[in-house]
């Protein structure tokens, strides 16, 4: 039996994943993979079934959501460690064994992550500090214009200003889109939809450091399905949802009311004049 299950969620991503199970294949990695697919409709089940026989399909028949279908595939999964890939990356030959070795020699590391690349080679800013109440109201509310210094303050503690992600490092939040922990610590809690999974493991597993390395890297295509008003809407729901698990019924109650003119005027400037992929990865 490997000791790595790989789970990937897939909803209409069908190119991207047949992209990055081409390189899960040539890269020899000994592992279990599982696609957990969210009722698509673009030909991504009949692609993995036809051309991927060695995966494991697992089909809900509805749209579980990123969490919810992370925890589908990490409940069938038969390895001791689960590596969490979104469809739109691309696996570097060793670096799955990468992932496990550090983890395996390791055992008071949480969880381990890659150096991620844009597909022109650019690094990724990945992993930051566990996210703090205040560090919601410095950036989601009028407080980011209103106190500018202590958001931007704030911003570089969250980041890890200083540091370029091209070194090693020990960090208290890594992406889901590349994260390999122990099938025994990881569970996405599910009420959360799409965002804030990761803070949420950081927040429950506060104390324990994953580690960033940054060879070989992974490549992250980080393609456009995400970045529509939709999204911006499920992640103002999900970042309450998380507020509420882990500050509290009246400081989430705060925060939503406080967050309403940056919501509202974001979603005047969706109606009005949509930004383009460019301005998005700029602001991101």
């Not at 650019?122 to 500090?129: D, E, K, M, N, S």
């Not at 566990?130 to 009028?142: E, K, N, R």
Request: proline residues 5%; hydrophobic residues 40%.
């Amino acid at each position: 039996m490997p000791a790595v299950s790989i789970v990937i969620v897939n909803y209409n991503t069908r190119d991207d994943l047949r992209l990055c199970l081409e390189s899960l294949r040539r890269s020899h990695a000994p592992a279990e993979v599982i696609v957990v697919d969210n009722a698509s409709s673009d030909g991504s089940v009949e692609m993995v079934c036809a051309d991927f026989p060695e995966v494991r399909l697992i089909e809900p028949g509805r749209n579980t959501w990123y969490c919810g279908g992370n925890n589908l595939g990490i409940d069938a999964a038969r390895g001791d460690y689960v590596l969490l890939l979104n469809p739109d990356t691309i696996v570097q030959p060793g670096s799955v064994g990468t992932m496990l070795s550090y983890l395996a020699s390791h055992p008071a590391c949480a969880g381990v992550t890659m150096q991620l690349r844009y597909a022109d080679g650019g690094i990724q800013r990945t992993c930051a500090r566990a996210t703090t109440y205040g560090y919601l109201l410095l950036t989601h509310t009028p407080l980011t214009y209103l106190l500018p210094g202590l958001r931007a303050q704030a911003e570089d503690e969250h980041w890890y200003a200083g540091w370029r992600r091209d070194q090693d490092y020990d960090v208290e939040s890594v992406p889901g889109s590349c994260m390999m922990m122990r099938r025994a610590d990881l569970h996405y809690d599910d009420r959360l939809l799409l965002y804030f999974p990761e803070d949420d493991l950081a927040r429950r597993l506060q104390g324990r450091r994953f580690r960033f390395l940054a060879t070989p890297h992974i490549i992250h295509r980080e393609k456009s399905a995400t970045k529509s008003w939709h999204a911006v809407s499920l992640y103002y729901r999900d970042m309450f949802v998380f507020a509420r698990a882990h500050f509290g019924g009246w400081r989430s109650a705060l925060l939503w009311l406080l967050s309403r003119p940056l919501y509202w005027s974001m979603a005047l400037r969706w109606r009005t004049s949509p930004p383009s992929d460019a301005q998005i990865r700029r602001e991101s």
